[in-house]
């Protein structure tokens, strides 16, 4: 089964802070960034297929500058390995969250803001396609992430999975066609809110004339429905 591994390089092309975790490859990697002119460029991307089979594949992910690298960063960083994991048609991705001798941030930091880009990147809205080929079906299965502080990074991973989790849960309303997200169906979804400990107030017009909500009324005149 295919699988990828990916690494985080930063704008010196050095892989030494992930020499561990790639073992035989190390050398490998090294002369094929070289041989690629790979600088490292936060948003460049290398594949390579290894040599050595396990992985089938290394990914190489651009962070720029070691020393302004930033939670967005790893955030971008994770999400561009799941893209490229994507791409590549791996079933199984395995971020290894190692990061360059420069980079301020703690390991446990970055390795939870890559698990939230990745997560944040592997969206997708596909309820009404259902003509899609097998062969252009997303192939990825699981996503793991690889750190030296694992207890603390599913610590600070949690908020931002929660975070994730809730733009999935806005894009999917968002996404949804006019006959199925409507006033009254939008209401009952924000509803469902209230288990997580939302407090939830559903206003109709006579309510939202008495506000003064003359704007949202005027446009909702359009519809058939009440706003």
Aim: charged letters at 20%.
């Amino acid at each position: 089964t295919p699988s990828a591994a990916a690494i985080f390089v930063s704008d010196d092309a050095s892989v030494a802070h992930a020499k561990e975790a790639l073992g035989n490859a190390a050398a490998y990697v090294t002369q094929s960034i070289n041989a690629a002119q790979f600088k490292g460029k936060k948003a460049e991307t290398l594949t390579l297929l290894n040599p050595s089979g396990n992985p089938s594949h290394i990914l190489v992910i651009g962070i720029g500058a070691a020393k302004s690298a930033t939670t967005l960063t790893f955030e971008e960083a994770g999400a561009s390995a799941l893209a490229t994991a994507l791409a590549a048609k791996v079933a199984h991705l395995e971020i290894i969250a190692a990061t360059p001798r420069s980079v301020k941030l703690d390991a446990a930091t970055a390795a939870a803001y890559a698990a939230s880009g990745a997560k944040l990147r592997a969206y997708t809205f596909d309820k009404y396609r259902t003509k899609i080929k097998p062969e252009n079906k997303p192939k990825l299965k699981t996503v793991s992430v690889r750190t030296s502080a694992a207890d603390k990074a599913k610590i600070k991973f949690a908020p931002l999975a929660a975070i994730a989790e809730s733009v999935a849960f806005t894009r999917d309303i968002v996404s949804e066609p006019a006959n199925v997200i409507y006033p009254e169906t939008l209401a009952a979804q924000a509803k469902t809110l209230e288990k997580l400990g939302v407090k939830v107030e559903i206003l109709g017009e006579a309510a939202m004339k008495k506000l003064g909500m003359g704007s949202l009324l005027g446009v909702g005149q359009g519809s058939v429905r009440e706003s």
